[in-house]
């Protein structure tokens, strides 16, 4: 029997395959002003991150105020990329319909983004209701509150849940919150997450076995 009675899923990385298009996206735009970055720099540096802060990194870079259109236009078109190429993580799928514990998902985007992408891949029935957006209270990663209102919200303590994050914030939010984590390392490819997690896994068939 399961240590843990509720699994809160981050969505980009963890649920969605999101992350490198999002990614490649915002390096392309801003290497347009001048940024000269890189995905590699991008996974490091916006993953698990909120649009905000990646904007704050960028305008570093570029020693420039970012154009007031910036974010409209990487929201246009992140969306047509993603509903042209947005894959559920391999294997979550049938992870989410084998759980026999409650789950929810919290996310640093947007609930609109989230529920876009989960409809996208074919997730979005399961998640109805418990979908949980740091935009929506103001909070961001690495700050807990997040996990903390999805936790309450689905009726259990934070040491009875398992978060599963795929970025530093998303683990440092957790950890800070009180709740145990789990690191899927699949896109870990400078093992940023190894002594961070409670464990961690590179395969999400694992997850049932590790639950």
């Known amino acids: ?37 890189d995905l590699g720099f991008a996974m490091s540096h916006f993953k698990g ?4 802060e990646c904007v704050k990194i960028i305008s570093v870079l570029v020693k420039q105020s ?5 974010e409209n236009e990487y929201r246009t078109r992140s969306l047509e990329e993603f509903e042209k190429h947005l894959k559920p993580i391999e294997g979550v799928t049938q992870v989410i319909e ?30 109805e209701n418990k979908m949980f957006s740091c935009y929506t209270i103001q909070k961001f990663k690495p700050e807990p509150d997040v996990f903390l209102w999805a936790a309450k919200t689905m009726g259990f303590q934070p040491q009875e849940c398992i978060v599963i994050e795929d970025s530093i914030l998303g683990v440092q939010a957790a950890k800070k ?13 400078n093992n940023e997450l190894d002594g961070l997690c409670t464990k961690t ?7 049932l076995e590790m639950l």
């Open 1 to 37: 029997m399961s240590k843990y009675k509720c699994v809160i899923f981050d969505c980009d990385g963890v649920l969605v395959d999101s992350e490198p298009i999002g990614n490649q996206i915002l390096v392309d735009m801003a290497n347009d002003l001048g940024a000269e970055i």
């Open 201 to 207: 896994f590179n395969k999400m068939s694992n997850l």
């Open 98 to 127: 084998q759980l026999q514990l409650p789950f929810c998902v919290a996310s640093s985007g947007m609930e609109s983004k989230m529920r876009f992408n989960l409809n996208v891949v074919g997730l979005l029935p399961y998640f």
């Open 49 to 52: 991150s909120h649009f905000k």
């Open 66 to 70: 970012i154009p007031e259109t910036f």
């Open 177 to 189: 919150g009180g709740f145990d984590v789990f690191g899927f390392t699949a896109h870990d490819y």
